[in-house]
Each structure stands twice: as C-alpha cells, then as structure tokens.
C-alpha cells in the first residue's frame, strides 16, 4: 500500500518563496508518476505539476516559470519548489501518486493528507 506523507508550506507573504515534500513509502518514486495537486477555497482538486517515470513534467500554466517538481530517489521523496507565489497559490497541496499518469484526479490512486499554503497579499 501506498502512503504519502506531505511536509512544508505555510504562510509567505506574496512573492516569498517556498517548498512543500511528500515522503513516499509502498513504492519507489523513479517507477511511478507522482503529482502535486492544489484545491483553492470553494474550487476541486486541479494538478499543478506532476513527474511520471520516464522524468516528463507537466505544469499548469499559472505556475510554468516559478514551480518546479523533483524528486530524490534516494530519499524516495517528492518535492516542489515555490518561487514568486502569489495569493492566487493560496490552497491545499496534495500530493499524488499514479500509475502511468497522475495529472487528472481519476488517474490518482494515493492521496497524502495535503499541507495548507496561504500567500498573503
């Protein structure tokens, strides 16, 4: 069974930086697609970036430029850096875990507990 573990986050003010990381454990994070979902106040669960096996990310366009997805096989942990947040990064980041994709919510099949980041203006 896969589990996920997120740490990090919390308040910054806008254009602050931070990270957010998500321990992984049931896999190894090189075989599978691992994702960082973010729900705004009032909105569903939309994937801000993701990784798959073969090293391919995806970012949504409103972060493209400022957040970057990695992990560390070592550590078996995912990671995502947050540069120049605005108060529209303001939510719950989740992280995820997929199969061959984990961009879309149906493609997810592990869940972390998710960790709040709130950008003040």
């Known amino acids: 069974q896969v589990e996920l573990r997120e740490a990090g986050g919390g308040s910054v003010q806008a254009g602050e930086s931070t990270s957010v990381s998500c321990k992984v454990s049931?896999?190894?994070?090189?075989?599978?697609?691992m994702g960082w979902f973010r729900r705004a106040p009032g909105e569903g669960r939309e994937a801000v970036a993701t990784?798959?096996?073969?090293?391919?990310?995806y970012y949504a366009g409103s972060v493209e430029g400022r957040f970057t997805i990695s992990i560390d096989n070592g550590k078996n942990t995912l990671y995502l850096q947050m540069n120049n947040l605005s108060a529209e990064d303001t939510g719950l980041y989740y992280c995820?875990?997929?199969?061959?994709?984990?961009?879309?919510?149906?493609?997810?099949?592990?869940w972390g507990q998710g960790t709040q980041v709130t950008v003040s203006a």
């Open positions: 990784i798959n096996k073969y090293k391919n990310t």
């Open positions: 995820a875990a997929g199969n061959m994709g984990c961009t879309v919510v149906p493609d997810i099949y592990a």
């Open positions: 049931g896999a190894a994070v090189r075989d599978i697609c």
